[in-house]
């Protein structure tokens, strides 16, 4: 009998819910719930945001976001700034394709015409609503009503006020290269600097346990933005917070949203919606040049700007000083005869704090350790200390110090940025009749000559380059069409 009157429930709600969702389709409104049968495709016609689906306060919305005209994700915007804060594909986007569609059988499901099933919740749920949280959830229609799937268990560049970040989660930037991840007693900041290879720690917060102490066996942490205005740690669910990162709004009596996002050039910000524009209200690292790779592949971070550690290479914003590489030097027969080497002095690692070094009695030592591991794309060399800093990845950008005891030594694979070098080779040939360009002046001579075999000091000067931002775009808003189907 409980049985057949609970069919009998759920067939009267989704009665009325399509008498409801007809009606408002009618009369040009967008949804707030959507049960099993609900189908949509994308309008060829509109050119960023079609909705589906809104919370009760109007704030936020489901639907298809166009990105780069061809591609598409399922994504919850915060209406007003146009802000994605949530896409069910973030890595690998689907098409924006009339055939592409999106329905609910249970499941959300994303059908892409290249793919078949592309995405699915893999539920067997009764209806989807979208919370005034941002929070979009499928329920059953049982009594009392369950949730069996909800985004907030699912973040993906973006953390929102009272949305629990736990140790089986993770923070991934936009292009995919960063990360977040909460440990036993702290949350931590990670680069993928190349495929099928260890992340690389490159920020850490410690927990202070100032109000409460993290008790072994009584759980994990887990993170929450507070509506106050910090980034809080806790432990089972207790009320006081085993550590506070405040923002600038900490404490602040004003009616605030709020939101922490792991941004593309891997620093964590968090921002707080002011009624018109996102309000900078934290980030954890201040100073750029210790970012993973503000300046790129082979640049080098200067407090005025960016250059390349081949100072006689153009630095351009938005390129790399030498194109991007993968892999290693092993399973080579000849390692030394498949790179070049760059040395550059003035240099050192940035997060060296959480750098990986072996102690060595001479540059020469470091050097050696480096040329002998075909692991090893380059080391940096402490004179002082002796501290040989080993890089086991495709060197990114660099960070210029005025003391030259420090010392960095690259690999460069054969090849690579041999482009534009021969470029400038063909220039000076036609210049100089096909003969080394010497142009004897007042004083001196100039000799080009980009690249020397195997070794190579680079020009102890730092030629400052232009400043490349890769601060947050959140105030840059998506132009948003709504376009109700």
Request: hydrophobic share 35%; net charge negative.
């Amino acid at each position: 009998m409980d049985r057949l009157i609970n069919s009998l429930t759920r067939l009267r709600a989704t009665q009325l819910f399509f008498l409801t969702w007809v009606s408002t389709c009618m009369a040009g409104t967008t949804p707030e719930s959507i049960l099993q049968g609900f189908k949509a495709t994308p309008n060829p016609s509109v050119s960023s945001f079609q909705p589906l689906l809104n919370d009760p306060t109007g704030n936020f919305s489901l639907g298809f976001l166009r990105v780069e005209q061809t591609q598409l994700a399922l994504a919850v915007l915060h209406v007003a700034s146009s802000q994605p804060l949530w896409l069910a594909n973030q890595i690998q986007l689907a098409t924006w394709s009339d055939r592409t569609q999106f329905f609910f059988n249970g499941s959300l499901v994303i059908s892409d015409p290249h793919s078949s099933l592309f995405w699915s919740t893999q539920t067997n749920g009764d209806t989807v609503v979208l919370l005034n949280s941002s929070n979009l959830q499928i329920q059953k229609l049982d009594n009392p009503v369950s949730v069996l799937w909800q985004s907030f268990d699912f973040p993906t560049n973006t953390l929102v006020e009272n949305q629990n970040f736990t140790a089986n989660m993770s923070l991934i930037s936009s292009n995919g290269l960063y990360s977040m991840r909460l440990g036993y007693n702290f949350y931590a900041l990670y680069a993928k600097f190349q495929d099928n290879s260890a992340d690389h720690m490159y920020w850490k917060h410690t927990a202070l346990e100032a109000e409460a102490a993290i008790v072994q066996g009584q759980g994990p942490i887990y993170a929450l933005v507070n509506p106050d205005g910090y980034l809080g740690l806790y432990q089972n669910g207790a009320v006081k917070p085993v550590d506070v990162q405040p923002f600038n709004s900490f404490h602040r009596p004003i009616d605030l949203f709020l939101l922490v996002r792991l941004e593309p050039d891997g620093n964590l910000e968090a921002y707080y919606w002011d009624g018109s524009n996102w309000v900078g209200d934290y980030e954890a690292i201040s100073d750029t040049c210790q970012l993973p790779s503000p300046c790129g592949s082979y640049g080098l971070c200067t407090p005025q700007g960016c250059s390349c550690l081949d100072n006689r290479t153009e630095f351009r914003s938005g390129s790399d000083c030498v194109p991007v590489e993968t892999g290693d030097f092993c399973g080579e027969q000849l390692v030394k005869d498949n790179y070049e080497v760059l040395t550059r002095k003035g240099v050192e690692v940035p997060f060296k704090e959480l750098m990986q070094y072996e102690t060595t009695s001479s540059l020469a030592e470091c050097e050696g350790l480096c040329e002998s591991n075909c692991s090893c794309w380059g080391a940096v060399y402490n004179n002082a200390s002796g501290f040989c800093f080993m890089l086991d990845y495709p060197i990114q950008t660099l960070v210029s110090v005025g003391d030259e005891s420090k010392v960095g030594y690259f690999k460069v694979k054969e090849g690579a940025g041999k482009k534009k070098n021969k470029t400038v080779a063909i220039v000076g040939l036609v210049v100089g009749g096909g003969a080394f360009l010497i142009l004897i002046g007042i004083g001196g001579f100039w000799t080009f000559r980009i690249w020397r075999k195997k070794t190579r000091e680079g020009d102890d000067e730092v030629s400052p380059g232009p400043y490349k931002n890769l601060g947050s775009e959140s105030s840059k808003s998506i132009e948003v069409e709504m376009c109700n189907r």
